[in-house]
Nanobody, 122 residues
Framework: EVQLVESGGGSVQPGGSLRLSCAAFGFTSSSTDMDWARQAPGKGLAWVSSFSPGGATTHYADSVKARFTISRDNDKNTLYLQMNGLETEDTAVYYC?????WSRGTYHFPHRGQGTQVTVSS
């Protein structure tokens, strides 16, 4: 059974940093696409960043490019998201996910964890 467990969220001031972690169980995360997605208050789920199988390629949404860094530890089967220069617009529940697909004009994430809250405010 695929299980993803996120941690590391919290409250920070604008300009601050957080590092999210995602422990994967039931499958080898390095063998498949892995994503971070987020859901801001009152909005739908939005893709943030992804890691290709084997970790050869990473991608970022324009809104987080140059501020966020996705990484992984294959020995620990764990995915990370280092978030620097946080802005109030980054406030959201962040999810680790796999199995992403595109349908009806949006991404869908059928396998994701319970999420971790990130709040950026002064």
């Amino acid at each position: 059974e695929v299980q993803l467990v996120e941690s590391g969220g919290g409250s920070v001031q604008p300009g601050g940093s957080l590092r999210l972690s995602c422990a994967a169980f039931g499958f080898t995360s390095s063998s498949t696409d892995m994503d971070w997605a987020r859901q801001a208050p009152g909005k739908g789920l939005a893709w943030v960043s992804s890691f290709s199988p084997g970790g050869a390629t990473t991608h970022y949404a324009d809104s987080v490019k140059a501020r966020f860094t996705i990484s992984r530890d294959n020995d620990k089967n764990t995915l990370y998201l280092q978030m620097n220069g946080l802005e109030t617009e980054d406030t959201a529940v962040y999810y680790c996910a796999t199995g992403r697909y595109w349908s009806r004009g949006t991404y869908h994430f059928p396998h994701r964890g319970q999420g971790t809250q990130v709040t950026v405010s002064s």
